[in-house]
């Protein structure tokens, strides 16, 4: 899916500043586990069922898929 968006997502690269890189680059690199729990928590704030879909066990492969593409596209990785 990331890779559909990868020209939006480098020209919104050239906008950021380091630490804000700096920061997407700290998600990028946790636990999935713990990027579901934050999923979560959002779902049961705003109740958005993409959210809760997101947050479940069996998304991981969706996630850490979408993440490495993403992290391929940010950071040449």
Do not use: C, W
């Amino acid at each position: 899916m990331v890779k559909s968006f990868e020209g939006k997502i480098l020209e919104y690269r050239e906008q950021l500043a380091d630490d804000e890189l700096a920061k997407i680059k700290v998600v990028l690199e946790m636990p999935t586990s713990e990027l579901r729990k934050i999923l979560h928590n959002a779902y049961k704030k705003s109740g958005k069922k993409q959210l809760k879909i997101l947050s479940e066990e069996n998304a991981e492969p969706f996630i850490e898929k979408n993440l490495d593409a993403l992290k391929k596209i940010l950071f040449n990785a």
